[in-house]
């Protein structure tokens, strides 16, 4: 079965510790790139109470076989009690990008 390639979202409380996720993703390979977006507006219910928090967004490009390490790292370097973790497939792209991808995520 093929490796494909897989697009992880996180939110962060801000820059500062989107960076320090995305960089920490990145040297234990297990994402090949992170793109930290700012300017995110969450609005969710928590513990009853509905927030509206600025954010933002980390896109973190990985493989499939990669995800419960990745996730498992989050899960401890996250300083939300329940940060969002969700897993995009990837269907398409440039063969040299994808190469480079699981070049960069090889355990």
């Known amino acids: 079965m093929e490796d494909r390639a897989i697009l992880v979202l996180c939110t962060a409380p801000d820059e500062t510790v989107g960076a320090e996720l995305a960089r920490g993703?990145?040297?234990a390979r297990l994402a090949a790139c992170v793109n930290l977006i700012p300017g995110v507006?969450?609005?969710?219910?928590?513990q009853?109470?509905?927030?509206?928090?600025?954010e933002v967004q980390l896109f973190v490009k990985t493989r499939e076989s990669r995800f419960?390490?990745?996730?498992?790292?989050?899960?401890?370097?996250?300083?939300?009690?329940?940060?969002e973790v969700l897993a995009l497939p990837i269907t398409a792209g440039a063969g040299s990008y994808l190469k480079w991808l699981r070049e960069q995520t090889t355990e």
């Open 41 to 46: 507006r969450s609005f969710y219910t928590w």
């Open 68 to 83: 419960d390490a990745v996730n498992d790292w989050l899960q401890n370097a996250h300083p939300y009690d329940v940060p």
């Open 48 to 54: 009853g109470k509905l927030e509206d928090d600025n």
């Open 25 to 27: 993703l990145v040297e």
